[in-house]
């Protein structure tokens, strides 16, 4: 079988299974097979495959079929123009989230920082920082044992080990150090609706990564808390939450003795991100 032949007959099987980007996604899948960039495979449609790249192909194409997200098949996710591994083991990042990289970056851009990067999942948040902050260090904290490997790894594959201390452990156990930034995308949606969201996203991320609790707002309370005893005076923590969650994470934030310094909206008008000091 040739190239576009198998493209043709994935893109096929992948509309008729209701994947809404079927002929892109066997594009990518193929590309994946051959160990080829896409762009490589398309001006070479008239190649033969092997019978094992066919193989692993149709493996991808069956996963895929059962909503298994992209992202999770090519282990790869780019986020701030970087190509970050991924695996199941942590949550996929997402476009939006490089709004809040770009506030924070202008923000300490001529800074020197310390920071803590609370549930770092793939690092993709604290990595793609310091890149940036070229004069900054941090610790990079997750519960999660996997989650922090992948982390590593793409810390190391962005060449920026030597700035960033990641620890398997929880924000509570925290003591004695302070910090100029907290930064988190905490769980945030209601433990209810998670069976709500769609096939991709609850079948396959990691569920400790996604609930909320009750209302959504478990971890959020327990970072505003946390957050009051390790920030330096003046001081930001910078969180993303969940749609319509601004108004109870504001009362939050300044009960506990926070100003709020922004919002960022994303691209549906929601309010996304919340920066805030201590007063």
């Known amino acids: 079988m040739k190239v576009l032949e198998a493209i043709k007959s994935g893109s096929k099987f992948l509309k008729e299974k209701n ?66 591994f991924v695996n199941k083991d942590t949550l996929i ?15 300490f851009k001529k800074k020197r920082i310390i920071i803590l990067d609370i549930g770092t999942g793939t690092g993709c948040i604290i990595v793609s920082l310091l890149s940036e902050l070229k004069n900054s260090t941090a610790i990079a904290v997750d519960i999660s044992t996997k989650a922090i490997l992948v982390a590593k790894k793409n810390a190391c594959k962005f060449k920026l080990s030597n700035k960033i201390k990641f620890l398997n452990k929880s924000f509570e156990d925290f003591y004695g150090k302070k910090f100029d930034l907290i930064v988190s995308n905490p769980p945030y949606i209601k433990r209810m609706e ?19 609790g009750n209302d959504g707002l478990d ?61």
């Not at 998670?194 to 996604?210: G, Q, T, V």
């Not at 957050?227 to 923590?237: A, E, F, H, P, Q």
């Not at 601004?246 to 309010?271: A, H, P, T, Y």
């Open 93 to 107: 990042p997402r476009p939006e989230t490089e709004l809040l990289v770009e506030k924070l970056v202008s923000i």
């Open 219 to 279: 971890l959020i309370k327990k970072i505003i808390y946390k957050s009051r005893k390790i920030l330096k005076i003046n001081g930001t923590l910078a969180l993303e939450i969940g749609n319509e969650q601004i108004n109870k994470v504001s009362k939050i934030l300044i009960d506990n003795k926070f100003r709020i310094k922004c919002v960022i909206k994303d691209c549906r008008n929601n309010v996304k991100y919340v920066f805030a000091e201590q007063r």
């Open 194 to 212: 998670i069976k709500n969201l769609s096939d991709d996203i609850k079948n396959f991320e990691p569920r400790m990564a996604l609930d909320g």
């Open 19 to 84: 994947i809404p980007t079927y002929i892109l996604d066997s594009e990518l899948l193929l590309s994946k097979s051959l160990n080829k960039s896409r762009e490589e495979i398309l001006i070479n449609l008239e190649q033969k495959i092997s019978k094992r790249a066919l193989i692993d192909f149709n493996k991808y194409l069956i996963r895929r079929s059962k909503k298994e997200p992209i992202a999770y098949l090519l282990e790869e996710k780019e986020f701030w123009s970087k190509k970050f």
